[in-house]
């Protein structure tokens, strides 16, 4: 594309990218200056141009010009970058039915559901914590919500390769960093909202006036779904912008879910919508993915698909890896691994743990916390956990520069009561702990990781077999005793 296609009287040069970061930057590519947490991009012009960057786009004075090099000067480059991106990549959102979640917990789970009931009328595609996944094409991601270039690109080849609608995950660091800001919306879905990352946003009031941008900036005629049950729902929906329909349990809402019939295998319950009833049975286990389950109903129902049709396919809801996933190898105790790693997130998977063991049957509970994250939540995990464990295993989470027994102890300062807690750093081995002491009817919860197979050290980022792998594999070799196919 030309710069005079992007910027009035600029010159006629082509321009064959946009790069916000100086060192992917390719020959005749455009780069934005963008003001960081750790560093600011105008730093970076010198370098920029080195690798062919020949427009610059910056908001700061520059104190020396380079030869046969474009800049120009915006208000506000994050502003500026999204404008353009919307321009380079020719609108991509506009041409798709665009389903943004956001909230502390659940959004993968959401996002999932509505990749997954969505196919069955039209290719959707999905961008979240767990893959980039349209058509034929899956991908690792690097975050949640892809920074702002590369999201809008990909929704191009989404486009470009016929998905219709998107599920996209968005995180409050991506709604705070303006990664979604060239995104137009459809349906904007609300979960809940409880602690967490404050060490990114600092206060609980920022944490959920970011998340609160979603539905705020929302065109006139975009739908929020929202969690009527939730706390903050009032407050939430007092700032929405356009239409706002809302789902729930426990108070009076356009997707009312009632009489709920829960088990370790299936789920059931009484949906009413607009004075009609429907049956419900979902192979979605746990009161937390009724809710879930809600969101994603009300969400594809509001963006014009028949209720009827849409319940034709929520009783085969395809498993979210490291969501709830349960191991069954055979041995006669539960095993669970789950991604829970906020203390709502945990409290929600202990009351289900709860609810399928046998009052005189234990729970196992293996977990740490992230190093060099939200430092606040590690007693809590610990009081939370010994409310309802009966043996806590501590272990290794993404402990980065941190010292994994350091973090053990501010969990187990939080324990209270007669929960027995015990440290074993190598996860694999607090896992093993947890399986062979497991006895008959009990529950094993292996949670904070899901289905991640990396583990963030001192060193970076390096593999780790996975909580699922791992499970299955210390059941059969130690546990049953038999070899591995
Ligand atoms: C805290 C955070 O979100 N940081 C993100 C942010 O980094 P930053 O503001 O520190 O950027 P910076 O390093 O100061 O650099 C400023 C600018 O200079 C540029 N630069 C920098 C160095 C250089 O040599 N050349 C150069 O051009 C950078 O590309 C950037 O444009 O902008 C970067 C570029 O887009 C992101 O990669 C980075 O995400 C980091 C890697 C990250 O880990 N983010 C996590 C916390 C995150 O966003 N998580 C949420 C989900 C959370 C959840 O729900 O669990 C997510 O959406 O993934
Ligand atoms: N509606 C919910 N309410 C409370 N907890 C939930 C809910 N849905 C899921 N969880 C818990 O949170 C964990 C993470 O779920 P999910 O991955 O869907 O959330 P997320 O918001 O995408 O999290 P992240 O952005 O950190 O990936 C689950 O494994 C489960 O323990």
Redesign the pocket.
């Known amino acids: 594309m030309k710069l005079s296609e992007i910027f009035k009287d600029a010159p006629d040069i082509e321009v064959s990218g946009l790069y916000t970061d100086s060192r992917s930057v390719k020959e005749n590519g455009m780069f934005f200056c963008l003001d960081g947490i750790m560093t600011n991009g105008h730093k970076f012009i010198k370098q920029a141009v080195k690798k062919g960057a020949k427009t610059i786009v910056h908001s700061e004075d520059i104190k020396t010009f380079l030869d046969d090099v474009v800049y120009i000067k915006v208000e506000n480059v994050d502003t500026a970058l999204n404008q353009v991106i919307n321009k380079f990549y020719h609108y991509p959102s506009e041409e798709l039915k665009v389903f943004g979640v956001t ?8 996002t999932n559901i509505i990749k997954d009931i969505y196919d069955h009328f039209a290719p959707c595609g999905y961008i ?2 767990i893959s980039i996944e349209y058509k034929n094409v899956k991908m690792q991601p690097n975050l ?1 919500t892809p920074d702002a270039i590369f999201l809008n690109r990909t929704l191009r080849d989404m486009v470009d390769d016929g998905v219709k609608a998107v599920a996209l ?1 968005v ?1 409050s660091h991506g709604l705070e960093q303006h990664r979604v800001d060239a995104i137009d919306f459809d349906i904007a879905v609300f ?2 909202f409880t602690y967490d990352h404050l060490d990114f946003h600092g206060t609980i009031e920022n944490y959920f006036h970011a998340k609160s941008k979603l539905f705020s900036n929302l065109k006139e005629d975009g739908i929020s779904v929202l969690n009527v049950d939730d706390p903050k729902y009032t407050e939430l929906a007092n700032v929405c912008h356009g239409k706002v329909v809302t789902y729930g349990i426990h108070h009076e809402c356009d997707y009312l879910a009632k009489n709920l019939h829960l088990s370790m295998k299936e789920s059931s319950f009484t949906l009413v919508h607009k004075d009609k009833v429907y049956p419900v049975t979902t192979n979605l286990v746990a009161e ?2 009724i ?2 389950l809600l969101a994603a109903i009300a969400a594809i129902v509001e963006s014009g698909i028949e209720i009827e049709e849409v319940l034709k396919y929520v009783g085969t809801i395809d498993q979210i890896e490291g ?2 996933e349960i191991i069954d190898e055979g041995q006669p105790f539960n095993v669970i691994v ?5 203390p ?2 945990l409290e ?2 202990f009351q289900f743990a709860t609810s399928i063991t046998p009052e005189d049957s234990s729970i196992i509970a293996v977990f740490g916390s992230a190093g060099r994250r939200d430092v606040d939540k590690r007693k809590v995990f610990g009081e939370v956990a010994s409310k309802f464990c009966d043996t806590i295993i501590l272990t290794e989470d993404d402990p980065r520069d941190e010292d994994p027994r350091e973090i053990a102890n501010q969990i187990k300062s939080g324990i209270q009561g007669d929960a027995r807690s015990i440290y074993i750093e190598d996860r694999y081995g607090a896992i093993r702990q947890a399986i062979e002491q497991a006895n008959p009817n009990d529950t094993v919860l292996v949670l904070g990781k ?1 289905d991640e197979v990396f583990m963030y050290r001192e060193e970076g980022r390096s593999p780790w077999v996975g909580d699922h792998n791992a499970a299955r594999e210390i059941i059969r070799r130690y546990y049953l005793g038999s070899s591995i196919s």
Do not use: M, P, W
Not at 103 to 110: E, F, L, Y
Not at 338 to 342: E, I, L, Q
């Open positions: 909230g502390t917990n659940g959004k993968s789970t959401v979240g914590t949640t995950e995180s979960t809940n937390y993915n809710y879930n969501r709830l789950d991604f829970a790693h906020t709502d997130g929600k998977i899901g």
